[in-house]
């Protein structure tokens, strides 16, 4: 997938505990970022999974036909509604890369914990799906483990500051874990901080947009994703 850069304002706003009107977000292909002075909310960084595969095809137009679209995000006990629109010259300031997530901005995600060393969050696949849970470390640039464990076994993805450089599942490794792993839907995860000095060099295992997206095509045509 090929680099680009979409800008999104605060249109309209509803008791949402982190955001306001005129509050700015910026969607690439390798993270998001969130208003500078306000924390990531994981419910938001789920709905930018799906925004970022709608609009993705029309980057070389400027989202030309995305302009009039009103997104929305009513995961919690607020609402926000955003629009994609023109960052200001000195649009810097209103942006930054989020931040280490805290208790408070990750409890959604199925009970989630925070911890200062080991586990940083864990919770109930029923709660959000193995996609969302790869793009929101690789959106976060994260290094680390993903460690699953369901009903068929044990599945685990290993990432370097976002991006995977190994995945193990069943018999398959690599691409073909995560292909597989895709259409389970229950069972428990949690993310391990760190990784061993010897992977720090290795290799990714792909473009992690294509990989993921491949692997979503996958799971629709065998019909498992609409289950």
């Not at 680099?3 to 910026?26: L, Q």
């Not at 993270?31 to 306000?38: F, L, T």
Request: aromatic fraction near 8%; charge should be negative.
């Amino acid at each position: 997938m090929d680099n680009f850069s979409a800008a999104f304002k605060v249109i309209n706003e509803r008791n949402c505990p982190f955001y306001s009107v005129d509050d700015w977000f910026v969607l690439n292909n390798q993270s998001v970022m969130v208003p500078a002075g306000s924390p990531a909310c994981l419910i938001l960084v789920r709905e930018f999974t799906n925004i970022l595969f709608s609009i993705a095809p029309d980057a070389e137009t400027g989202f030309a036909e995305q302009r009039d679209h009103v997104f929305t995000c009513g995961g919690c006990t607020g609402l926000i509604k955003f629009q994609i629109d023109d960052l200001p010259e000195n649009g810097e300031e209103f942006v930054r890369k989020p931040k280490q997530s805290t208790k408070e901005e990750t409890k959604e995600a199925g009970g989630a914990q925070s911890r200062k060393s080991g586990v940083v969050v864990s919770g109930s696949l029923e709660e959000i799906s193995i996609s969302e849970l790869l793009q929101f470390f690789h959106m976060h640039q994260k290094t680390g483990k993903l460690l699953l464990d369901v009903a068929t076994g044990a599945a685990r993805v290993a990432f370097r500051e976002g991006a995977i450089i190994g995945a193990r599942y069943q018999e398959k490794e690599g691409k073909d874990a995560i292909f597989a792993m895709l259409g389970e839907k229950k069972g428990k995860f949690s993310f391990v901080s760190g990784i061993p000095e010897s992977l720090m060099e290795v290799d990714d295992i792909g473009d992690f947009m294509m990989v993921l997206m491949e692997g979503l095509k996958r799971l629709d045509e065998s019909g498992e994703g609409k289950k």
